[in-house]
């Protein structure tokens, strides 16, 4: 257990550079998929409409004007770089800007395990777990939504944790900025105040009766923001446009799409509950997904000679377990992993204390004969290990169609 009170930089640093340094040698092997047509199109229209050269958002999006600070993000990251560098192929630059959000979602998986698990070594074994996560690094260019969710709800998370757990106006103004653009951002981060608010019971439940009054400030005003973000919601009757977006949602369930899933094509709205389950299963390699599912049992047998690690745990566990729960109220089911990245950081907690709790069993072991320095030269060279098999692999990795 670390006893400084801010995470060590180097770590953090190491990962996103390797990370960000492949992904930027393989930008012209990553293709366009069709969400990112749609998003480009939106983007120009959210330029388009604040800049006052259009009057209203139309339809690109299945929620019109959601999105709007993604989406304006992008456009201006768009134009910068064709102000730099005129000519550049307008996807090569939406692919970097993916590619800088996936690398700030590692450096955010960092900090957050640091802040909870107070270990530098599981802070950055989670970390180099999700950049080893074939399904993160196949989308870490061209999914312009749910990538985007990934890195707001894990930014969001520790914002909160901070803010909660040391006060200040400062704090808490970033927990609820942060939470308003997860609001505008993708629609399943409504889950993020109630999933912390599990968290604080389970880990912290004398704050959670401290801070309910904070945490309500906090949700009642992210909301407010969320709502000016999304234009479209009041530049007519909001009432009206609340009653458009429940038939627009109404009507696309109702469109026949087909889905593949187990050799079978099925109705999208018909596919089972397992899902979800059965593409984390098939996408996570088997030696991140023995760490995460020992993490708990460790946990259970060791946990109060590292309680911060312990908590670590519950806090992959809750994350993982919530997002897996709502989806079984899910109306409709389709295009495979990407609906499901936001879990993938959950795992990667549940990965870095996993991987803590064995170089710590490792370190105690003295029939191994290597002594706690060598253990812990071991440790470290795991979590180096993955950043090597992470540079192996990563040109095939970004060839994985993202909706598998």
Known sequence: MDDRSSAPLWPLFAICSIFL????????????????AESTEASRE????????????????????????LDLSREVFARAAA???PGVDRVLAEHLFNLLMATASLAFVYLLAFEIGRSSRAAALAAAALAAMPAFVAQSQNNPKDLPALLVF????????????????????????????????????????????????????????QRIGQLAVIGSVAALIGIALWPWLWLD????????VREIIANKLQVSFPVLYLGKTQLWTEVPWHYSVFHILATLPLSLLLLAAASPIAAALRGERRPAIRDL?????????ALVGTDLLAPARYDGMRHYLMILPGLSLLIGAGAEWLIDWLETRRSFGAGALTAKLAGWRS?????ALLAGRLRGHTRINPHI
């Open 21 to 36: 340094a492949f992904g930027v040698a393989t930008l012209g092997d990553v293709g366009l998929t069709l969400d990112e």
């Open 46 to 69: 959210a330029w388009a409409v604040l800049s006052g050269s259009q009057s209203q958002f139309s339809e690109h999006h299945a929620i019109p004007g959601y999105y709007l600070a």
């Open 83 to 85: 102000l730099l560098r």
């Open 154 to 209: 894990v930014l969001t998370f520790w914002l909160l944790v901070r803010a909660t757990r040391e006060p200040s106006a400062l704090r808490t103004a970033l927990a609820t900025v942060a939470l308003g653009i997860s609001l505008n951002t993708r629609t399943f981060s409504v889950y993020l105040l109630p999933l912390f608010g599990l968290w604080l019971a389970v880990c912290r439940p004398n704050l959670a009766r």
């Open 237 to 244: 009757d909001p009432f009206d446009q609340i009653q458009r």
């Open 313 to 321: 745990v519950w806090t992959g566990a809750l994350w993982v377990g």
């Open 383 to 387: 979590s180096w290990s993955r950043l």
